[in-house]
């Protein structure tokens, strides 16, 4: 079989024909690409501005400087496709890319949807950078709250990622919301003892603790008369209401009550168990010789 190389060679000068032919479109569309790169980054800018004079904080007003950009530079490359290929129409593309962006929705349903529940997490703000939070098993303070996911710092200094669409879906507490915190520790007094003078022994001692709010006050509850003791609640406030200072300060009131209750006489009991055997009594001891269980047998 003999080879025809002036049939390959006037195909080789076709393709380079096509290529000098096309040297223009592609420049063209080089240019308009970066035009929409400039004005994506102008938008961008013009975005941040005006969501910082809104008063949004800096984590919206990136977000929304980013969606914008991307927004534009797609477009961008939409059009500049359109100009180095005169022969797909918009249309075509749109169409294309309408079947293709079901495939990739299905594929990338969790991204899209931690996305979106990214931008609702910024916008609404139920929780901002720097509030301590509790989602589940994990509490920390939130250190960055990113387009994808929200960066938790734990309090034993461990970074937790979670899904935005986790945070927006489920319950979460967010325990430096405003600017006071009511926390309480629970407290045992003897049935021999004064509830009325307890009380005001824990009041006392209490407004001499610095870290405490005066307003509210704090309060002495009765919760139960339990097994052992009669279980008192003492409720007090602090600010500010991190964790921090939350266990700081339920460690001063526990040990500024006992030490006030002690001295001033209360009983502060612990649980006790009494086991009697058979006819086993306080005075007595009762028949041995009929009481088999704990006790050796009779010779």
């Known amino acids: 079989m003999t080879t025809d190389f002036g049939d390959i060679l006037g195909r080789i000068q076709k393709i380079f024909g096509s290529l000098l032919l096309g040297l223009p479109n592609l420049a063209f569309g080089i240019l308009t690409f970066l035009v929409f790169w400039g004005l994506s980054w102008v938008l961008g800018r013009i975005v941040r501005a005006i969501t910082a004079?809104?008063?949004q904080p800096k984590g919206v007003q990136v977000v929304l400087a980013r969606l914008m950009t991307w927004v534009v530079l797609a477009l961008g490359i939409l059009v500049a496709f359109t100009v180095v290929f005169p022969t797909i129409t918009p249309a075509s593309l749109f169409s294309a890319l309408g079947v293709g962006g079901v495939a990739i929705g299905f594929a990338f349903k969790d991204i899209f949807q931690n996305l979106l529940a990214g931008v609702l997490i910024l916008l609404t703000?139920?929780?901002?950078?720097?509030?301590?939070?509790?989602s589940e098993a994990h509490e920390g303070e939130v250190e960055d709250i990113q387009v994808r996911a929200t960066?938790?710092?734990?309090?034993?200094?461990?970074?937790?990622v979670i899904p935005n669409s986790e945070l927006y879906t489920n319950r979460v507490t967010v325990n430096t919301a405003y600017t006071k915190r009511r926390l309480s520790v629970e407290v045992g007094i003897g049935y021999g003892d004064?509830?009325?003078?307890?009380r005001d022994t824990i009041r006392t001692t209490l407004q001499h603790l610095p870290d405490l709010v005066r307003e509210p006050e704090p309060a002495v509850?009765?919760?139960s008369l339990g097994d052992f003791a009669v279980l008192l609640e003492v409720r007090f406030w602090i600010d500010p209401p991190a964790r921090r200072e939350a266990v700081e300060t339920q460690d001063q009131v526990l040990e500024a009550i006992k030490i006030a209750l002690t001295d001033g006489g209360f009983d502060l009991p612990f649980p006790t168990q009494q086991v009697l055997l058979h006819d086993q009594t306080e005075d007595t001891d009762g028949n041995r010789l009929q009481q088999r269980e704990g006790w050796p047998p009779v010779a």
């Open 194 to 198: 004064d509830i009325a003078a307890a």
């Open 221 to 223: 509850l009765v919760t």
């Open 151 to 160: 960066l938790l710092r734990t309090y034993d200094n461990r970074r937790v």
């Open 125 to 134: 703000r139920p929780f901002r950078i720097g509030d301590q939070i509790v």
């Open 53 to 55: 004079r809104a008063g």
